[in-house]
């Protein structure tokens, strides 16, 4: 209906205000572009304000809606405050207002503003299954990032050994090692440090194999999760 | 029958004359070929008249075709002229045509003229599947593009903070940073811009994980439906 | 029994003799081992004469054998001499014997010699199941191949429209931008050559995302030919 | 109850010790850093005693443990000394105890020190899973690794032939030329050697292309594997 509409016209209007947001602190960084200055910083008043409105609006609908709907009104409230949601749409206008008070430190302020990204996988069916199937596998793709610590600190190790005398600069410590193992393992290869002798070229083919199958591990539990995900979601649409 | 081989004959003329006529593409530009520039000239328009009698026959047995037999003559007819594979059809013949109306612009012809190259899914049942299987994970593929492109855009922003006064030229602004993100995120790695800070190394050191692991999601989304449709093909194939 | 560690003792004999001879040939090639060329010759000969000896059993036994067993003597080595096992298994000893009448071109033959290493294939379990998944998908493998050839062409098309004034010597042409293109979109990366426009990085971009997400093609093949290999070995030793 | 508490105590404080020494071997290796080698020293002589006690305690305790409990008292202390894990465990803190008697290679004496980062994966479920998989897999994944090799052989050699007379230097030899084969076969692609003459870039297209494919078979083998750990385990968790 007329509701159903309005929801969609809304949300269509959250998507493009987002990209346009992105889009102006994504250009606000380009030296040339000082002189649109003013012009990004409207884009910035007017993101945050829409922002700011949608946030209250959820905060104060926050009781009808289902996660919270079995709670007292201020429960609902509160609930939703401390949801990751809400933390990271306040992350995302808070630099602003933060910048009426005090002269912040830009950096970090531009990755929070750059949160509103997130926004978007509220909007996408296609988005919100990809985060959960990566979410669900948490447990097994940090169990994967640790093995791959654990390889990456022996071949930094091995080729310290073995490239040290030969390139001490870049060979000359097992964290300066670190860099080469893991452009390696990951299969990057950007060739700024590569080993030149040849015990070195041993362990870096072994270090490339090794990162060539252990690919196999973050691949497989994705595609695992992801068929499973998409076996569950038939399963709903076809008995619900 | 005689018919069958007839159809058999044809489609290896035509896929033969797909690849001669790409390769003349292909070879028109390079600068020392110049010379042969009337034969490359010769087989593109043997390659289009061809085209355009196929487009022709195509059109006119429209009415005899499998998705348009239910529809009046014209009725197929106009089907056929709006669907994909037609106005690809028609785009790879159109440059010679408009070559002889307006001296065009020739960098944008030369990517029509090569859409030809797609006339070959219409021959094989293996491409024509992978296609299927691209194109039945669309949407999934998109929403992985789109989860690529934000840690493509923290990652660079991250790194813009990190090396910006190390490296002014290549890390100076947000989207200069982005090519170095996404040639990382991809794990191309082509070492024409690398971070050489510890914040830097260390940030690209998680953007190198991240794409390692993200590549997970493409592989699990075209595995699935691969297997899926296999499966799908095998069960008609049983049944039927 | 007896015959059993007999045969077992043989084929190891075989492996280290085929890990010997493979080493050998490598090793000839390298210029500061030219003094230990009347060595690498003595392992060229034993090996040779073994293998010839190996082929000239196999061939004599072959009616014995069981692809063969239901001909007559001579069908079942006529067999044997046109299998594809045993025309690489000729090859392999051919470049010796022929090096006794011309002086021949030494490139070509190196690789015949390399052709023993695929008799390991022939002993190892492992290897065998791999060779035959990879085979038993051979067309849907060769549509990815023409797949990635069509992205190759095309994003060496555009690259080439687009960085062709700016770098003329490696843009120059649509075959000396293929070199790019395949180097990208395999996700391989040497940087040798790398765009430097805004336009040409866009189309970059878009050729690495493709290559990253193209790769689930290969990767969904072969995972899902090799599920159902294993499938269907555990589905034999259950139910036979 | 509040042994279980304990036990969870103790698992942490091994894991927060594993990993201090860990980084104190990291950091060690830093020139800047040779100042605070008194203090990494002493972080070692902790790590050493703890892990000393740890090991004599499971020594002590192995008749009280599920996979010997059916042995000896002294039978399951010597089937415990023996096994992989017990062996790793010794091999990790023998280091210092030796280099109170001799003065020893520090190199691979590191390497015996950096075993220490695999006790993480005796208090990690998720670690343990991924490495059952890679061990179940083995055979498999040993059979890619040789076909890989194959593959590199034949790259190789191809590449040396045809870029022998170019770039004497880095094809003048089968083995040289193997470095640029599994930096490609592997898509690392450092770009510290690539070929340069028209046959060398037809035969690196070949040799990334069959490295973009063969990658299917390391993920395929750990993706089914993967699949079916996990639906081996709920199997398990369904029924008992």
Same mark, same amino acid.
Request: hydrophobic content about 55%; charged content about 15%; proline content about 4%.
């Given at each position: 209906g007329a509701n159903d509409r309005t929801t969609r016209v809304v949300h269509r209007a959250l998507i493009a205000l987002v990209a346009l947001s992105v889009l102006s602190v994504v250009l606000e960084?380009? &030296?040339? @572009? #000082?002189?649109y200055r003013r012009m990004f910083h409207n884009v910035e008043l007017v993101a945050v304000a829409c922002f700011t409105i949608e946030y209250l609006l959820r905060l104060w609908s926050? &009781?009808?809606?289902? &996660? @919270?709907?079995?709670?007292?009104p201020w429960g609902a409230r509160l609930a939703f405050v401390t949801s990751w949601s809400a933390i990271i749409d306040l992350l995302t206008i808070l630099p602003l207002y933060l910048s009426f008070f005090v002269s912040a430190d830009l950096g970090v302020m531009v990755m929070f503003r750059l949160? #509103?990204?997130?926004?978007l996988a509220r909007y996408s069916v296609g988005i919100r299954t990809l985060v959960a199937v990566m979410e669900a596998e948490r447990k097994a793709l940090v169990a994967t990032a640790i093995l791959l610590l654990g390889a990456v600190l022996f071949s930094a190790t091995a080729i310290h050994i073995a490239e040290q005398d030969a390139q001490p600069e870049t060979f000359g410590s097992i964290p300066s090692a670190m860099w080469w193992a893991i452009v390696t393992i990951t299969t990057?290869? @950007?060739?700024d440090v590569t080993p030149v002798t040849l015990a070195g070229r041993l362990i870096a083919s072994v270090t490339m194999v090794t990162g060539y199958v252990m690919l196999g591990l973050p691949v497989g539990i994705v595609a695992t999760a992801f068929a499973e995900e998409i076996h569950r979601q038939e399963f709903v649409v076809t008995w619900s």
């Amino acid at each position: 209906g007329a509701n159903d509409r309005t929801t969609r016209v809304v949300h269509r209007a959250l998507i493009a205000l987002v990209a346009l947001s992105v889009l102006s602190v994504v250009l606000e960084s380009v &030296p040339q @572009y #000082r002189v649109y200055r003013r012009m990004f910083h409207n884009v910035e008043l007017v993101a945050v304000a829409c922002f700011t409105i949608e946030y209250l609006l959820r905060l104060w609908s926050a &009781p009808e809606h289902t &996660p @919270y709907s079995d709670r007292s009104p201020w429960g609902a409230r509160l609930a939703f405050v401390t949801s990751w949601s809400a933390i990271i749409d306040l992350l995302t206008i808070l630099p602003l207002y933060l910048s009426f008070f005090v002269s912040a430190d830009l950096g970090v302020m531009v990755m929070f503003r750059l949160l #509103r990204f997130f926004k978007l996988a509220r909007y996408s069916v296609g988005i919100r299954t990809l985060v959960a199937v990566m979410e669900a596998e948490r447990k097994a793709l940090v169990a994967t990032a640790i093995l791959l610590l654990g390889a990456v600190l022996f071949s930094a190790t091995a080729i310290h050994i073995a490239e040290q005398d030969a390139q001490p600069e870049t060979f000359g410590s097992i964290p300066s090692a670190m860099w080469w193992a893991i452009v390696t393992i990951t299969t990057v290869g @950007y060739g700024d440090v590569t080993p030149v002798t040849l015990a070195g070229r041993l362990i870096a083919s072994v270090t490339m194999v090794t990162g060539y199958v252990m690919l196999g591990l973050p691949v497989g539990i994705v595609a695992t999760a992801f068929a499973e995900e998409i076996h569950r979601q038939e399963f709903v649409v076809t008995w619900s």
